[in-house]
C-alpha cells in the first residue's frame, strides 16, 4: 500500500491500511491514522497529527511552517480528525506560539483545490471550502459552514456555524451563524435558508432563524439590542447557536 519511491521518515508513525504514493513526502514527527489515502507528490510535515479515514490529493502540502513573518520556527502543530477528504493543491500550516500554537481541522470537512487554511485556524465539523477560498491566520469557521469559491476571510474573524459565504466575497468581520453573506466586503443578505432544509431543520426552527434574522440586520436595533431580543425568542437550538455566535465576536459582524 506505500510506494516504493515514497520518503518516510523513521520518526513518522503510520497505522493500517494507509496506502500512500510515489513521490510523496512524509517528515518526522507526523502520525497518520488508519485507513488514510494519500496521493502521490503530497507532503506532509510535523509535528501533525492526522487521523483516520482521510483523503488526501495529489499536490498538498500539508504541516508546513507558516510564512508569517512572527514564525522563528517554534515547535507546533496541525490536528486533523477524521473522514476529512482534502483535494488538489491544498495548503494547511502549523500554529504559531503567539496564539494556541496549533492549527485544528475536525472531521467530515471537504477542502477542495488550492484551499489555503492559514496557521492557528480552527475548522469545526462539515466544513466545505471550494476551490481558492482562504483563510487567514487565526480564523475559526464553525461546523456546517460553506465558503464559496475565492472566498477570502481576515485573520481574526470567525464564521458562524451553517453559514454561507458568496463567491468571491471578503470578510474582515465575523459573519454570525445561520447568515449568508456576499459581496467585497462582505454584507448579509439573508439567513441560509436552503443550508438549514438540507441539515434537517423543521420549518418552525427556520422561520425562527428568520425573525432573530430580521431583528439583527431589519429592526434598525444596536447590536447588543438586538442580541437582547434575539434572547427572548426562546432557547431553540437555532437561537442559542446564534446569540452564542453574536456573544462571542471579537471583531464586530458583518452589517
Same mark, same amino acid.
Request: aromatic share 6%.
Given at each position: 500500500?506505500?510506494?516504493?519511491?515514497?520518503?518516510?521518515?523513521?520518526?513518522?508513525?503510520?497505522?493500517?491500511?494507509?496506502?500512500?504514493?510515489?513521490?510523496?513526502?512524509?517528515?518526522?514527527?507526523?502520525? +497518520?491514522?488508519?485507513?488514510?489515502?494519500?496521493?502521490?507528490?503530497?507532503?506532509?510535515?510535523?509535528?501533525?497529527?492526522?487521523?483516520?479515514?482521510? #483523503?488526501?490529493?495529489?499536490?498538498?502540502?500539508?504541516?508546513?511552517?507558516?510564512?508569517?513573518?512572527?514564525?522563528?520556527?517554534?515547535?507546533?502543530?496541525?490536528?486533523?480528525?477524521?473522514?476529512?477528504?482534502?483535494?488538489?493543491?491544498?495548503?494547511?500550516?502549523?500554529?504559531?506560539?503567539?496564539? #494556541?500554537?496549533?492549527?485544528?481541522?475536525?472531521?467530515?470537512?471537504?477542502?477542495?483545490?488550492?484551499? *489555503?487554511?492559514?496557521?492557528?485556524?480552527?475548522?469545526?465539523? *462539515?466544513?466545505?471550502?471550494?476551490?481558492?477560498?482562504?483563510?487567514?491566520? *487565526?480564523?475559526?469557521?464553525?461546523?456546517?459552514?460553506?465558503?464559496?469559491?475565492?472566498?477570502?476571510?481576515?485573520?481574526?474573524?470567525?464564521?458562524?456555524? *451553517?453559514?454561507?459565504?458568496?463567491?468571491?466575497?471578503?470578510?474582515?468581520?465575523?459573519?454570525?451563524?445561520?447568515?449568508?453573506?456576499?459581496?467585497?466586503?462582505?454584507?448579509?443578505?439573508? +439567513?441560509?435558508?436552503?443550508?438549514? #432544509?438540507?441539515?434537517?431543520?423543521?420549518?418552525?426552527? +427556520?422561520?425562527?432563524?428568520?425573525?432573530?434574522?430580521?431583528?439583527?440586520?431589519?429592526?434598525?436595533?444596536?447590536?447588543?439590542?438586538?442580541?437582547?431580543?434575539?434572547?427572548?425568542?426562546?432557547?431553540?437550538?437555532?437561537?442559542?447557536?446564534?446569540?452564542?455566535?453574536?456573544?462571542?465576536?471579537?471583531?464586530?459582524?458583518?452589517?
Amino acid at each position: 500500500m506505500i510506494d516504493s519511491q515514497a520518503i518516510i521518515d523513521p520518526s513518522a508513525t503510520i497505522g493500517e491500511n494507509v496506502s500512500i504514493g510515489p513521490w510523496t513526502v512524509i517528515g518526522p514527527d507526523v502520525v +497518520i491514522g488508519d485507513n488514510c489515502q494519500i496521493a502521490s507528490h503530497v507532503v506532509i510535515r510535523g509535528p501533525s497529527t492526522i487521523g483516520a479515514n482521510n #483523503k488526501i490529493y495529489q499536490f498538498s502540502t500539508i504541516g508546513d511552517d507558516t510564512p508569517d513573518l512572527k514564525y522563528k520556527g517554534e515547535l507546533t502543530k496541525l490536528i486533523i480528525g477524521d473522514d476529512n477528504v482534502i483535494r488538489e493543491g491544498v495548503t494547511i500550516h502549523r500554529g504559531t506560539v503567539q496564539d #494556541k500554537g496549533e492549527t485544528v481541522i475536525g472531521n467530515h470537512n471537504l477542502l477542495m483545490a488550492y484551499a *489555503h487554511v492559514g496557521h492557528d485556524s480552527v475548522i469545526g465539523d *462539515h466544513v466545505i471550502m471550494v476551490n481558492n477560498s482562504s483563510l487567514a491566520g *487565526h480564523v475559526n469557521v464553525g461546523d456546517w459552514a460553506i465558503l464559496s469559491g475565492y472566498a477570502l476571510i481576515h485573520q481574526y474573524v470567525s464564521v458562524g456555524a *451553517h453559514s454561507f459565504v458568496g463567491p468571491a466575497a471578503f470578510s474582515y468581520h465575523d459573519v454570525p451563524a445561520f447568515v449568508t453573506a456576499f459581496g467585497s466586503p462582505a454584507e448579509p443578505r439573508t +439567513i441560509n435558508k436552503e443550508g438549514l #432544509k438540507r441539515r434537517g431543520f423543521s420549518t418552525d426552527q +427556520i422561520s425562527l432563524a428568520n425573525k432573530a434574522y430580521k431583528l439583527l440586520y431589519r429592526r434598525g436595533l444596536s447590536l447588543d439590542e438586538a442580541i437582547e431580543a434575539i434572547a427572548e425568542l426562546g432557547d431553540d437550538t437555532v437561537i442559542t447557536v446564534l446569540h452564542d455566535s453574536l456573544k462571542s465576536s471579537t471583531r464586530g459582524i458583518i452589517r
